[in-house]
């Protein structure tokens, strides 16, 4: 009942990028819905990023725990990597959760290993299946172009069918129309479960993770929650729905930004 999807994007040396993107839309049923319901998290501190699909309660809750634990360093990577250690740390959060409330979730999580040059960028998916009561962890191959590791929740099908035109279109390949597919599967409404501003995560070959603001439509989001109206905006790195870099407080193009295109319509 999302649409979440990760993806890397490479530059001419190497993978230079992760990110994790979602919509912000929650639904009870066919007709209640709340299209500020936050999705993609952010360490502060370290370069780890986690988004969900599914069931929304036990993720939306447990997630923060698991970023306050790696910020602080209680959570590390184990013997088995960081895959078998975030999994743990949900399994012992979900010890006790009521089985009659247990629904189906992935959880995506992006990390960097390394700094810079020697960055070496990593998505793992922790699954709970609930009817089995099974825990299970993937990791996706990581692609050498720009392009989707894993696309996932209800809105899936419309995601990949947006991806599969702007791949073929003069900026295929490339993280703006990665972007740009994403952003134009939800605007579509083709998925009635998926909805609200696009929210995004990402991850470069130095620094922490970082929340991304996104300007839509003219309007300012964070975290898929539009802003008051009065906040320092310089604090945060803003893209549009051409993923292009931009400013927050004017809502322009940044001058020295580059100007991408639209995809050409049929």
Not at 2 to 28: E, H, K, N, P, Q
Not at 182 to 197: I, L, M, P, W, Y
Not at 239 to 252: S, T, V
Request: hydrophobic residues 35%; charged residues 20%; contains cysteine.
């Amino acid at each position: 009942m999302t649409s979440i999807a990760a993806w890397v994007g490479v530059d001419s040396r190497a993978i230079s990028s992760l990110y994790i993107v979602s919509d912000s839309r929650i639904s009870w049923g066919e007709t209640d819905r709340w299209d500020q319901g936050r999705k993609v998290f952010a360490c502060s501190n370290e370069p780890h990023l986690f988004g969900y699909y599914g069931d929304v309660l036990f993720p939306a809750l447990a997630i923060p725990n698991i970023v306050d634990r790696i910020d602080r360093g209680l959570l590390r990577e184990g013997p088995g990597g960081w895959g078998n250690s975030v999994q743990e740390a949900l399994r012992r959060l979900a010890s006790d959760y009521p089985m009659g409330r247990r629904s189906n979730f992935g959880v995506l999580h992006g990390y960097r290993c390394g700094v810079g040059m020697d960055s070496v960028f990593r998505l793992e998916i922790v699954s709970y299946n609930a009817p089995s009561r099974k825990w299970s962890t993937t990791t996706p191959v990581v692609p050498a172009v720009s392009s989707f590791l894993h696309i996932a929740g209800s809105g899936h099908a419309s995601v990949r069918d947006a991806d599969a035109l702007w791949s073929q279109s003069p900026d295929g390949s490339t993280s703006r129309a990665v972007y740009s597919a994403f952003h134009e599967s939800v605007a579509s409404g083709k998925d009635s479960k998926s909805g609200g501003a696009p929210q995004l995560g990402g991850i470069y070959r130095v620094g922490p993770a970082r929340l991304i603001g996104i300007i839509q439509d003219g309007v300012r989001y964070f975290a898929g929650a539009p802003l008051i109206g009065h906040e320092d905006t310089s604090v945060v790195e803003w893209r549009n729905e051409l993923f292009e870099r931009m400013d927050g407080a004017k809502k322009k193009r940044l001058p020295a930004a580059q100007r991408h295109r639209s995809r050409p319509m049929e």
